[in-house]
């Protein structure tokens, strides 16, 4: 054989050898982020540990069924909005509170399917504040179903339960000049476990989860990984606040919805008068070594921008509640020390338009009131004052009052 073709021979192995190689370490890498990215979680079973195919796959029909685990401010107001907006689109049922809970499924109290109002059900859809029971949400929800929540940093979490809270958990009443540093330099002082609201004073998290807040992890370091595995099992993706429109990136990919279905305006934000600390530094630092969803983030937030202008104008800015003029998107207040800021509609809209971006900006309990009138239509249920039930939960906040929202 000619020495040319012995070279051209030894090139194209070597050209073959690099090829496998790559494919392995690209393998590898997809396995090692499924199975160990330490800022998001999905759930293996949905996505195989596999090389893609080299022919694009088919596109796949929208998942209609969601159960989203709203954990107590992590952003999670904003994701059951994107699931409010995607189920009435659909025409699909959401599963409401019974009126006795308010606009929570009876929350602190244990999940249980008695807690949904019977004209929410069968549901499709399921986004308000409950604590976790996996038994009976999956005795309420259809098979096929995909469990999601939502995660934020701990000292992130803590600032904003702390502010949020001031006026209705007994362990903040306690301390003086609501000084989270004062609490925060003698807990033991001020907690007491077991009484009104204690959950939001300590691991409230775990308490969303299911899990028994009260444990140490230093003393029951089995437990927590307990914990961490049901975690793990049930929920196909944990969402990380810090990493908001990343982590809508994979949700939108997680039910092959489309980019309209979740784009969002950011709803029960404080004003910037009511936060009492930044961001930790070292959240910063970790940010910026976030890259592997940087394209398709930045198309959602591009795509975000233009939809608040299109719908709150050129300069569309969150107003405090007093400055809102249109009463379906007044936020509720927690208390006169906290803020929380809304958007509202620019003066002489009419229209489909403007109906789907009240929609956007509309708060929790407006809408939860508003889809619950509209599926009792739907559903042919006469709109009658709802039975009590049998030993209501204590309320943690006053209702909002139920004002009409003209549909």
Not at 117 to 132: E, K, M, Q
Not at 287 to 301: F, H, I, K, Y
Not at 309 to 322: E, H, I, S, T
């Amino acid at each position: 054989m000619p020495p040319i073709l012995q070279r051209l021979q030894q090139a194209t192995k070597m050209m073959s050898r690099r090829k496998i190689l790559l494919l392995v370490l690209g393998c590898s890498t997809l396995s090692l982020l499924i199975h160990q990215g330490a800022q998001l979680s999905w759930y293996p079973k949905l996505f195989p540990l596999s090389c893609p195919p080299l022919q694009d796959s088919p596109p796949r029909p929208k998942h209609m069924t969601v159960a989203f685990l709203k954990t107590h401010k992590t952003a999670g107001t904003t994701v059951q909005n994107i699931l409010f907006r995607f189920a009435e689109r659909h025409n699909l049922t959401v599963a409401l509170p019974h009126p006795s809970c308010e606009h929570q499924f009876c929350y602190p109290r244990n999940f249980s399917a008695h807690f949904v109002h019977p004209a929410t059900r069968p549901p499709h859809v399921l986004a308000s504040h409950l604590r976790f029971d996996r038994a009976e949400l999956q005795r309420l929800m259809p098979p096929g179903t995909v469990y999601v929540t939502i995660l934020r940093e701990p000292a992130a979490l803590f600032e904003s339960l702390f502010s949020y809270y001031n006026q209705y958990c007994p362990a903040f009443r306690r301390v003086p000049n609501a000084s989270l540093e004062a609490f925060l330099r003698a807990p033991e002082a001020y907690y007491r476990a077991g009484e009104h609201f204690a959950m939001f004073a300590h691991n409230t998290l775990a308490y969303d989860l299911g899990g028994d807040n009260e444990r140490s992890p230093r003393d029951d370091a089995a437990y927590l990984a307990g914990l961490i595995r049901q975690v793990e099992e049930v929920f196909s993706l944990v969402m990380i606040a810090e990493y908001f429109d990343e982590s809508l990136v994979l949700l939108r990919r997680l039910l092959a919805w489309d980019l309209d279905d979740v784009l969002y305006a950011r709803l029960n934000a404080r004003a910037a008068s009511s936060r009492l600390a930044a961001i930790p530094a070292a959240l910063a630092r970790a940010a910026r070594t976030w890259n592997a969803l940087d394209r398709e983030a930045r198309e959602l937030r591009e795509a975000r921008e233009r939809l608040l202008r299109r719908c709150f104008g050129d300069d569309p800015v969150l107003r405090p509640a007093a400055q809102i003029r249109t009463k379906q998107l007044q936020p509720w207040q927690p208390s006169r020390k906290v803020d929380i800021m809304g958007y509202d509609l620019p003066s002489g809209r009419a229209g489909p338009a403007t109906e789907a971006c009240l929609k956007l900006a509309m708060p929790e309990v407006q809408y939860s009131s508003y889809l619950l009138r509209k599926q009792k239509r739907r559903g042919g249920v006469r709109l009658r004052p709802e039975p009590v039930l049998d030993n209501p939960p204590p309320r943690p906040i006053r209702a909002l009052p139920r004002g009409h929202l003209g549909h």
